[in-house]
């Protein structure tokens, strides 16, 4: 049985179809932002959770029987400040001259859902390490990454020029890029969707 991703992200298509997970993508359109206001002060593992699950269940609710998997991606900066996708390309500059020299957590969450009920959760924390960055490294960034960059939360793609932004980063790539692929790969095979 083939799952489906409640998802509009390109990522996250990218990271099943490149692990070869048999699947089919159905973005949720759910209210995130009403979600997010709701949950204000809340820590962010539990926001994304939180959001996760609420797109895996609204899907889940149209698929009975079917396995859904939705998930969300938080930056929380050292100050607990969360910070979303930007606005605009002052927005990126803005996020990009706030995480400058110091550590941000790229918090991803994965929520499996199954007839309308969540089965199977899991919250992950890439920590990311920033280089002090100059205003004109910033300017040539942008330049280069917007928009490729307006949708990913963090204002980089770490797998393109992002890479140039960090120090270090502790965690898995995976978890960067959108959701714990690995413990989501290990349910599927529990789950018999991909060979044990
Ligand atoms: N390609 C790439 N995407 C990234 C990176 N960092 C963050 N992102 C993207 C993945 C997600 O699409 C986006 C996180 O935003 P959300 O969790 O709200 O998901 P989004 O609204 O994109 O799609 P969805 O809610 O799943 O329909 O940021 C990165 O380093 N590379």
């Known amino acids: 049985m083939t799952l489906i991703l409640a998802s509009q992200s390109a990522s996250r298509t990218a990271m099943l179809s490149a692990a070869g ?13 009403a979600l997010k206001a709701a ?17 895996a269940l609204k899907v889940s609710a149209r698929h009975p029987g079917r396995l859904v998997l939705g998930s969300d991606s938080l930056a929380v900066l050292d100050d607990g400040t969360i910070l979303d996708k930007p606005r605009d390309r002052d927005d990126a500059r803005d996020h990009l001259l ?20 969540p089965v199977w959760r899991h919250v992950e924390a890439a920590r ?6 100059s205003y004109s490294f910033v300017d040539a960034y942008l330049d280069a990454e917007w928009p ?11 797998e393109g020029p992002g890479a140039q ?32």
């Open 148 to 158: 490729a960059i307006a949708g990913c939360v963090g204002c980089y793609r770490i």
């Open 128 to 133: 990311m390490f920033v280089r002090p960055l």
């Open 98 to 117: 706030r995480m400058s020299g110091k550590r941000h957590d790229l918090v991803s969450a994965a929520v499996i859902a199954e007839n309308g009920r």
């Open 165 to 196: 932004l960090f120090s270090r980063i502790e965690g898995s790539q995976f978890t960067v890029l959108g959701m714990p692929l690995l413990p989501v790969l290990g349910y599927l095979r529990d789950r018999g969707v991909l060979p044990a």
């Open 21 to 33: 997970v048999p699947f089919t993508a159905e973005p949720a359109h759910a209210d995130e932002a």
């Open 39 to 55: 949950m204000a002060g809340a820590p962010p593992r539990d926001i994304a959770d939180a959001l996760a699950e609420l797109k």
